[in-house]
């Protein structure tokens, strides 16, 4: 049963510290978003990947956030140091996707999100 | 500057009747669209699809509808059933930007029995 992989499941931590979230996509898969949810802005992106290429991390804040793909299994989302307003539930979707083809681009996989509480 | 809009927060339905969940979109590039639904403790699941060549698309209790004159699309259940009580989530992309999935803010959609 293919499924993406994130962990922690849920992370408490004091504001300052370093907050590590991973992901590991469907096998096969060529693409691996970011994402997190907020009330007011639903779903925003955060860093999107191709191949393991950053094609896009325009929606992180820099200073703070990086997002790497080490290999081909593993997604890293790193913030540092992490502030109380980072609280939100962070997922990793991954998917087939072939550029340029917007008719049955492919659907995204979701995992089951990373609970970040930053007190 | 959100490029895909749901300006219902949350929805509520009588079990049997129908359920419209609405979306608009700012951006004419976009050419594919989905519907996700989330439960809580849960990721989001795919629903259904459509692409801009079409304007409706069904699977099941599940229709979707998109009027690209508009930018507006809907997703229309029939009949709802308390087991579709869920967030649901608008999403679209264009495909010559790489496929970058663009999402809506949800909506909340309660099913009484």
């Known amino acids: 049963d293919a499924r993406v992989t994130q962990t922690p499941r849920h992370k408490v931590t004091e504001m300052g510290q370093e907050v590590t979230m991973r992901c590991q996509p469907i096998?096969?898969?060529?693409?691996v978003f970011w994402y997190r949810q907020t009330m007011m802005q639903g779903l925003e992106l955060l860093a999107y990947?191709?191949?393991?290429?950053?094609?896009?991390d325009s929606g992180m804040p820099k200073d703070r956030f990086s997002a790497e793909m080490p290999d081909a299994t593993l997604a890293t989302l790193k913030i540092q140091p992490s502030e109380p307003r980072d609280s939100a539930v962070y997922f990793c979707?991954?998917?087939?996707?072939?550029?340029?083809?917007?008719?049955?681009?492919?659907?995204?996989?979701f995992g089951e999100g990373s609970r970040l509480t930053v007190l | 500057d959100q490029q895909v809009k749901q300006n219902s927060p949350s929805l509520s339905v009588q079990e049997g009747r129908i359920s419209i969940l609405n979306c608009d979109y700012t951006?004419?590039?976009?050419?594919?669209f989905l519907w996700y639904k989330k439960y809580p403790a849960e990721g989001p699941t795919f629903l259904i699809s459509?692409?801009?060549?079409?304007d409706k698309n069904e699977d099941g209790r599940f229709t979707v509808f998109l009027n690209k004159s508009a930018k507006h699309l809907s997703l229309h259940i029939v009949p709802s059933q308390p087991g579709d009580s869920a967030v649901y989530f608008c999403?679209?992309?264009?495909?010559?930007?790489?496929?970058?999935?663009?999402f809506g803010s949800g909506t909340k959609l309660n099913v009484k029995p």
């Open positions: 979707a991954s998917g087939l996707l072939q550029p340029g083809q917007g008719a049955g681009a492919g659907e995204l996989f």
């Open positions: 096998l096969g898969h060529n693409t």
């Open positions: 990947f191709r191949n393991r290429a950053p094609l896009d």
């Open positions: 951006n004419s590039m976009f050419d594919y």
């Open positions: 459509i692409s801009s060549i079409k």
């Open positions: 999403a679209a992309s264009a495909g010559n930007n790489f496929n970058k999935f663009y």
